[in-house]
């Protein structure tokens, strides 16, 4: 028996800190909550993506009465770039929420289905896809969507 360690990486920044084209990507994400529709959770997600042609796709969560129907902030913004850009890699991935009257007070952290398929864009692109975890004020980032689920499933 061999016992292994997984360990992940990130850096905290404010988002002051951040280069101005990742700052961009934040408010980005922090406008595409208003795209939100959320009458069941009142927890608006947006979601930004950098492209590698420089366009900024975003996305927002899509709720239903019918709950599994509805969909999360960070696939609507992926499904959107897939479908209008099939061959462009997402280079990064910035996510947050609005609920309660404000911003998150903590880094919003995507759920493992979108976890999964954040990895398959990033498999298929075969670049590096960085993730940039949002708060009011503070930004998680992550160099791979891989490095948020470790031992993921990539193939078939
Ligand atoms: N949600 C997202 O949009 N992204 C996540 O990664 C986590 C959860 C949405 C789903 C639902 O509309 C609301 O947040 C509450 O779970």
Redesign the pocket.
Known sequence: MTEKTISTRYREYAISELCEEDQRLVEAAKKATGGSY?PY?H?N?GAALLLDNGVIVTGA?Q?NAAFGA?T???RSALYNAGANYPNIAVLKLA?T?FTAGDFVADPC???GI?RQAMIEFETKSGKPMQVLLVSKDRVYVLDSAKDLLPLGFTEF
């Open positions: 959320a959770s927890f997600v969560n709720e509805g999360c902030g960070e996510v929420a952290s995507p759920c979108c």
